[in-house]
């Protein structure tokens, strides 16, 4: 039966009893959104542009970024939205023309929005070309930043985003960002869990470290705790709170954030059939009991183990 659902399954997602929640695509260019299209998505909840410039010598231009970033737009000109996220670079995402050089810990350094700290004109440069780009293509973009640490931060970079017509948003990578959520979401119009970041923060466990992997494991009580504190933010203020990190991938863990009231899911394209099966064949209270379950649970051995009591 499960082998069947998984075929049958087209989108759009929801839960049995039809609690709609967004499946999104994880992208990295053109080519990648292209095939990403024909998935049955929604958009994409998470477009990575660092990954076009990691050969890149010079920033491009704002015409050749434009012509990029419309390519991906271009992608989803049907009716769909792309969240595209400005500049990630540093740390395991070198870029050469952003990049700071020999810090001491690069993943606790300048990377992601703190580029533009001392560079404004980076991050100026790449909404011109993101808003150039939804004029040109007609498809609506929203834009957010990753790597946000504190609520004044959001407000600048929200400030931006709307100057240029857009809707704006902020990752939640770092567990200050997670804590505050119900501050950020007073600036911003949508958050977005980096479940990859925020396990490697909130452990202080090198997520590219593999002997470390039972740390950097999404579900660890104390970063299902923070995702629980970022989705219950996003109901009260009555804003969209997605998680576009590997978490949202796991058939299981999926439901388990749609029951802490996650209202998007945003993964790689392999990802996106068998995560909407399966959410569509549990009801929306199991998402729930799950979650309780899970947040209850002592380690990430045994909130799986919770979770699956519920869920099948
Ligand atoms: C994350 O940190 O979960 C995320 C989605 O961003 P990236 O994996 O690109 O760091
Ligand atoms: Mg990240």
Known sequence: AEREALASWSGPG??????????????????????????????????????????????PSVEEQAGIYGEVLAAFGDGRYVVVRTLDAGSDKPVAFATHEG?????????????????PGLLDRQLDAVAAAAKETGTEAWVMAPMVA??????????????????????????SAALLAHRM??????????????????????????????????WQPAVLQLVAITAEAGRNAGKPVGVCGEA???????????????????MAAAAVR??????????????????????????????????????G
């Open 248 to 266: 949202a991938a796991d058939p299981l863990l999926a439901c388990v954030l749609v029951g802490m009231g996650i209202t998007s899911l945003s």
């Open 103 to 119: 810090e001491e810990n690069p993943a606790l350094g300048v990377r992601g929005l703190r580029l533009s700290f001392d560079n």
């Open 150 to 175: 504190t609520v004044a931060e959001a407000e600048d970079f929200a400030a931006g985003v709307r100057a240029r017509g857009l809707k704006a948003g902020v990752m939640v990578e770092v567990p």
């Open 14 to 59: 929801a839960t049995a009893d039809g609690r709609p929640v967004k499946i999104l695509a994880n992208v990295a260019d053109g080519e990648s959104a292209r095939s990403a299209s024909g998935a049955p998505v929604e958009g994409v909840g998470l477009f990575r542009t660092e990954l076009c410039f990691l050969n890149r010598s010079e920033e």
């Open 274 to 311: 068998p995560v909407g099966a399966k959410l569509a064949g549990v009801t929306h209270q199991q998402c729930e009991e799950a979650a309780e379950a899970a947040l209850a649970a002592a380690d990430p051995v045994a909130a799986r183990d919770a979770a699956r009591a519920v869920l």
């Open 185 to 218: 979401l007073e600036a911003v119009d949508f958050l977005s869990i980096g479940t990859n970041d925020l396990t490697q923060y909130t452990m202080a466990a090198d997520r590219m470290a593999s002997d470390l992997a039972h740390l950097t494991d999404p």
